[in-house]
T-cell receptor
Framework: KQEVTQIPAALSVPEGENLVLNCSFT??????LQWFRQDPGKGLTSLLL?????REQTSGRLNASLDKSSGRSTLYIAASQPGDSATYLC???????????FGKGTKLTVNP | DVKVTQSSRYLVKRTGEKVFLECVQD?????MFWYRQDPGLGLRLIYF???????EKGDIPEGYSVSREKKERFSLILESASTNQTSMYLC????????????????FGEGSRLTVL
């Protein structure tokens, strides 16, 4: 059974710092992996989608990488800002299934 | 722009009431999902639909049913609400391509916070 883990559960950094969020999964037979952001009391906002054949995707200050063989993905945030404070979740789409398996997220706080 | 709309942001219902949560997407997506999110438990899949009138149980379908009569609309039904169904409910949709049933970016609605008294 696929399991997705995000460590740490919470992270606090000063403004301007570059940071990396981690996501690991136990079964490498995935179709794709997606990173989301969630603000308190709101739905999830899609940040980046990486297909299994890709190594990375970039959007603005965000860069997500995928290493299927080691079961890992990272989300790199450059020059963090207080507005980046949110919970970041990753989800993997298991190969041959419509279902996504979500991690429990990393709560990021960027201090001014 | 992509749009997934959940009909109610906040609902308060009484134990035993029948509750309808509605979700509409405007992207002509084939796949639609209902999740619930609880502190410490993360997102859990209740039901999903991969086409009109097609549905499959997720990980926690007990106490819930769904309806998908039209492609753009996916409804979650609590036949007899109970206090342990107090939660944040999230609807999501996703398109497919190249004839595959799975692919694509998942888009979420704003969520419906349900309180059952």
């Amino acid at each position: 059974k696929q399991e997705v883990t995000q460590i740490p559960a919470a992270l606090s950094v000063p403004e301007g710092e570059n940071l990396v969020l981690n996501c690991s999964f136990t079964d490498s037979a995935i179709y794709n992996l997606q990173w989301f952001r969630q603000d308190p009391g709101k739905g999830l906002t899609s940040l980046l989608l990486i297909q299994s054949s890709q190594r990375e995707q970039t959007s603005g200050r965000l860069n997500a990488s995928l290493d299927k063989s080691s079961g890992r993905s990272t989300l790199y945030i450059a020059a963090s800002q207080p507005g980046d404070s949110a919970t970041y979740l990753c989800a993997v789409n298991q190969g041959g299934s419509e279902k996504l398996v979500f991690g429990k997220g990393t709560k990021l706080t960027v201090n001014p | 722009d992509v749009k997934v709309t959940q009909s109610s942001r906040y609902l308060v219902k009484r134990t035993g009431e029948k509750v309808f949560l509605e979700c509409v997407q405007d992207m002509d997506h084939e796949n639609m999902f209902w999740y619930r999110q609880d502190p410490g438990l993360g997102l859990r899949l209740i039901y999903f639909s991969y086409d009109v009138k097609m549905k499959e149980k997720g990980d926690i379908p007990e106490g819930y049913s769904v309806s998908r009569e039209k492609k753009e609309r996916f409804s979650l039904i609590l036949e007899s609400a109970s206090t342990n169904q107090t939660s944040m409910y999230l609807c999501a949709s996703r398109g497919t391509s190249g004839g595959a049933r799975i692919t694509g970016e998942l888009f979420f609605g704003e969520g419906s916070r349900l309180t059952v008294l």
